[in-house]
């Protein structure tokens, strides 16, 4: 493979990983704040204020995560392209 | 397969151009001239390898947005380059850059790179005809206003430009595709405001079609109004050129060519001599009705009018 070639794939394999990190962060930031107008109804009922507090919390956290562990992953797969496509283009192995 | 990853390149780098250079990534296209569709490095030797029967009048052909050179090919494998060359003598030189940069720092770019061809071309440059397709046109233009600043060589031999839907003026779509933007994003709404973000994610050289805005200056001034016409053009067009201008137009009926001109581009943008400065014979403005934006870049009966001006003493 050419220099341009590989780099052109090292180009691809990042615009990948932008795009799904960008991406995720976006969706995370909409559920996240249409989320919130359903909470802000709740906590102004007194009867259910309480526990809609915890489950707002709930929420939040498994949003973090979930949201979270899909960049994590993306990052992950994003270094294993990266060492796949060095290995693969090494000169030896041309 | 190499030809079609040319021409997705071309589409990426024209709608995210600028962050792929902001993110160094590979995939960013470096301005560079292109020979069958091969860079073709501004050295001695390679421009002798690439041009062995190179002539002292060269053609400079400069893509639009989301283009390669590709969008200037014909049937038969004919273009103006090759045309202008058989026909003429002149040499065609393709440009391919990245159209998502600021058209100010490919105008740049361009005045570099041909001041740099202007030493290591294999015989002397006499002439030098400028020839841009749509927002290759404002490349043009922001490449001689910076070679004006600079006192760059290759300036003085440039006798003649030509522009084939050019939008001088700006382009009606970008300034209202900025304005329903805009209005997206001042709802109190999360999915209005994520489709604000991602029709912001255009790049810095489609947002410049707007106003046609050639310097980084220019962008400073841009404003929320959806204004046809852009009447008062801070670079007007170098007086020692003589500057041809192309226009398409969906029809001959007079409210398509002002509505819709070439689909893309208005008449009015593409001739947009008024605001372009003094002393523009209106006999190096030219419609063709029935011609498409798509069309422009390679029609023989504009090839036709291309060359009767580059024939002309």
């Known amino acids: ?94 | 397969m190499g030809r079609k990853i040319d021409l997705a390149l071309g589409v990426l780098n024209g709608a995210v151009g600028d962050y792929l250079v902001r993110t160094d990534n590979g995939l960013a296209l470096p301005m560079a001239l292109h020979l069958h569709g091969e860079p073709v490095a501004p050295t001695p030797a390679a421009l002798a390898a690439a041009y062995p029967e190179a002539t002292a009048r060269v053609v400079v052909l400069v893509h639009g947005l989301m283009n390669t050179e590709d969008i200037f090919a014909m049937p038969g494998g004919r273009d103006y380059g090759t045309l202008l060359r058989d026909d003429l003598g002149l040499t065609p030189l393709y440009v391919r850059y990245n159209s998502g940069l600021p058209i100010a720092d490919n105008g740049a770019a361009l005045s570099a790179l041909l001041s740099t061809i202007l030493g290591v071309y294999p015989v002397p440059i006499g002439e030098i005809v400028l020839l841009g397709y749509s927002m290759g046109g404002l490349v043009l233009r922001a490449a001689t206003h910076a070679a004006a600043l600079s006192g760059a060589p290759w300036l003085p031999r440039v006798r003649r430009a030509l522009y084939v839907g050019t939008p001088h003026r700006g382009a009606p779509t970008e300034r209202v595709g900025r304005v329903v933007s805009a209005l997206l994003r001042a709802i109190p709404d999360p999915y209005t405001r994520l489709i604000a973000d991602v029709a912001d994610l255009r790049s810095d050289g489609l947002k410049d079609l707007g106003d046609a805005d050639l310097r980084h200056e220019d962008r400073a001034r841009r404003t929320l109004q959806v204004t046809l016409r852009d009447p008062q053009h801070p670079v007007p067009l170098l007086p020692s050129i003589s500057h041809h201008l192309v226009a398409g137009a969906l029809s001959d009926e007079r409210w398509v060519r002002t509505l819709f001109g070439d689909a893309v581009v208005p008449v009015s943008s593409a001739t947009g001599w008024r605001s372009l400065g003094e002393g523009l014979d209106p006999s190096r403005v030219k419609v063709f009705p029935g011609m498409s934006h798509a069309a422009i870049p390679r029609s023989l009966e504009v090839y036709a009018q291309l060359r009767q001006w580059c024939a002309a003493p």
């Open chain 1, 1 to 94: 493979m050419t220099p341009t070639g590989k780099k052109r794939l090292l180009g691809l394999r990042a615009l990948l990983e932008d795009v799904v990190e960008h991406g995720s962060s976006a969706v995370e930031r909409v559920h996240r704040e249409t989320a919130e107008r359903t909470f802000a109804v709740l906590a102004a009922i007194p009867p259910v204020a309480g526990p809609a507090r915890v489950v707002h919390d709930v929420h939040d956290a498994a949003l973090t995560g979930v949201y979270g562990s899909i960049r994590l992953v993306n990052r992950a797969v994003g270094a294993v392209l990266t060492a796949v496509i060095e290995e693969a283009t090494k000169p030896d192995r041309e």
